[in-house]
């Protein structure tokens, strides 16, 4: 998925190949390439398996003949003959000829490759046939995440909570059921649209989500995963103009990733909002995000959790340094989010909120609460949040011993390195006698 492919220059004659990055290329690409093929070939079995083999394909063939000008189209271009070559070998199956006529028709027309709107279009209405009310919510979240987000199942189980065989088969009948149901590929009818509305924002912020902190691999950051979801948000919003929670929900987003340069380091490690540069924040981001925000807070109905997590984004936003971020304000609208959502991730940001407002012993002690409720001992950020606050506290060996906790949990690369640096530096302040104390010692 995302906004980088077709940007990718043509080999010139007699030039070294550049180096493939394929595997990059599948994680930020496959969402799209598999939308588009689910459009075209109706079937998201069918699609996922032409999908694997145009990779293949890309495998073989890209090492020694260089990069097309277009390795998205040249995907979807290539799975789609797969397909039609799967199909052709296929013809005993009567439910599969509407299929492999149309493909042979796209074919004898010449089709070209798809555009990149097309590809855009297609991010969209997946969504919303991935959303559809048939489907229980968390086959539609699982579904999404799979498809669009190109999310692997044992990702999406980790997210979830759930052994992965049991995913992996609520997968299969979600497929299933829209078979069935012959559950079309299209954005629904106006009238139609509010019913999918809550979900669709859902699948959105979680593929943003997933973007903005990766939740596995090398990079903290998956950039085109946040671009997809920004650009899917805009044509929500274009859909559905007097929604103000849809405008909230492109604001919070749009907020968050307009510190997306200042995150990490030149070495990809992660860079703590209070230590990042804010001149390379994107403020005239910043500026739409403000307007999407006040423009939502004005509407003639009570703020939603959007319009509240974007209000909280604005307050940050809106701070020149750290010392400016207004604390009691943020934990105040945390208060107001944890009124109409029983989130216990709302509750561990508001006690984090309160930590910097009144002090970490107070942040402490609401996180001692909400650990009592054992809500978040699956959540790497749990144990990571009570050691900042104790390493605030200089309770140094209880800080060391919550940092390993959530290096244990946590499976993505950049964030391993940042806690192991800050569980060295713990350990290290533990270690350290505290001053006059190594001379007590030696009179001792």
């Not at 005993?92 to 855009?120: I, K, Q, V």
């Not at 991010?123 to 229980?136: G, Q, S």
């Not at 984090?352 to 107070?362: E, K, L």
Request: hydrophobic share 45%; glycine share 4%.
């Amino acid at each position: 998925m995302g906004a980088v492919s077709g940007d990718i220059l043509p080999m010139s004659h007699g030039a070294e190949p550049p180096a493939l990055n394929l595997e990059g290329l599948y994680r930020d690409e496959s969402g799209r390439v598999l939308a588009t093929l689910i459009r075209l070939l109706g079937d998201f079995d069918l699609a996922e398996e032409a999908m694997q083999e145009a990779f293949l394909a890309a495998l073989r063939h890209w090492p020694h003949e260089g990069l097309p000008e277009r390795p998205t189209g040249w995907l979807i271009t290539t799975a789609r003959r797969k397909a039609l070559d799967q199909l052709r070998r296929r013809t005993w199956l009567a439910a599969r000829r509407h299929t492999l006529e149309h493909l042979e028709a796209l074919e004898r027309r010449g089709m070209s490759d798809e555009t990149d709107e097309d590809m855009h279009d297609d991010a969209l209405r997946l969504i919303f046939t991935c959303c559809h009310p048939a489907l229980a919510t968390e086959a539609q979240v699982a579904l999404t995440l799979r498809t669009v987000c190109g999310l692997s199942t044992e990702e999406i189980s980790h997210a979830f909570l759930v052994p992965v065989a049991t995913l992996a088969q609520r997968l299969v009948r979600a497929k299933q059921k829209i078979r069935e149901a012959a559950i079309p590929y299209c954005v629904p009818p106006r009238e139609q649209l509010p019913d999918r509305l809550k979900a669709v924002m859902l699948v959105i912020y979680l593929v943003f989500n997933e973007g903005y902190a990766a939740s596995s691999g090398e990079a903290r950051v998956r950039q085109a995963l946040c671009a997809e979801a920004i650009r899917l948000g805009r044509h929500l919003a274009k859909l559905m103009p007097h929604e103000p929670e849809v405008r909230a929900l492109l604001a919070l987003m749009l907020l968050h990733d307009s510190r997306r340069d200042a995150r990490v380091d030149l070495q990809g490690d992660i860079v703590l909002l209070d230590d990042q540069d804010r001149t390379r924040w994107d403020h005239r981001q910043i500026q739409e995000g403000l307007a999407l925000v006040e423009s939502a807070l004005r509407a003639r109905v009570p703020p939603g959790s959007y319009a509240l997590q974007a209000a909280i984004a604005a307050v940050h936003a809106q701070a020149a340094r750290t010392s400016d971020t207004d604390w009691h304000q943020i934990a105040d609208l945390y208060e107001r989010l944890m009124r109409i959502t029983d989130s216990p991730v709302v509750k561990l940001n508001h006690a984090v909120a309160v930590g910097m407002a009144d002090g970490p012993a107070r942040g402490l002690e609401l996180l001692n609460a909400l650990e009592a409720r054992d809500e978040l001992g699956y959540y790497h950020l749990f144990p990571a949040t009570r050691a900042d606050l104790l390493y605030r506290l200089e309770r140094w060996d209880d800080a060391a011993d919550a940092y390993r906790q959530a290096l244990a949990l946590t499976t993505n690369e950049a964030e391993q390195r940042f806690l192991r640096r800050r569980l060295l530096e713990a350990e290290a302040r533990a270690a350290t006698p505290a001053p006059g104390e190594g001379d007590r010692d030696a009179c001792d």
